[in-house]
Nanobody, 129 residues
Framework: QLQLVESGGGLVQPGGSLRLSCAAS????????IGWFRQAPGKEREEVSCVNSDGYSTEYAKSVKGRFTISRDNTRGTVFLQMNSLKPEDAGIYYCAAKWDTWPDFCAVVKGAEPYNYWGQGTQVTVSS
């Protein structure tokens, strides 16, 4: 059973940066498409970014495009979310999720939280001065 663990969250001032990591136990992430999601209090879970299994196809929500970068190192079995120019509205619990990648363009096909099979417990990101 694949288990995901997020790390790298914390408190940062507006304009600051954080790098989140998503690692797996019980298997390798190399064949999975990965989505990063976030959820702020009182709000629905929002998809932030996606990367396919080989890392060559990515997508971003409009709200983070140009500020966040998703990447992966399959030799280390880790997916990263580099978050720059953070804003207070970026705060929330960030989750990574995995789904076996069987599509030519995973991120164009797999949308939203429902399709993903495996989820981490989340890491808190707080953006405040």
């Amino acid at each position: 059973q694949l288990q995901l663990v997020e790390s790298g969250g914390g408190l940062v001032q507006p304009g600051g940066s954080l790098r989140l990591s998503c690692a797996a136990s019980g298997g390798t992430l190399a064949h999975y498409g990965i989505g990063w999601f976030r959820q702020a209090p009182g709000k629905e879970r929002e998809e932030v970014s996606c990367v396919n299994s080989d890392g060559y196809s990515t997508e971003y929500a409009k709200s983070v495009k140009g500020r966040f970068t998703i990447s992966r190192d399959n030799t280390r079995g880790t997916v990263f979310l580099q978050m720059n120019s953070l804003k207070p509205e970026d705060a929330g619990i960030y989750y990574c999720a995995a789904k076996w990648d069987t599509w030519p363009d995973f991120c164009a096909v797999v949308k939203g939280a429902e399709p993903y099979n495996y989820w981490g417990q989340g890491t808190q990101v707080t953006v405040s001065s």
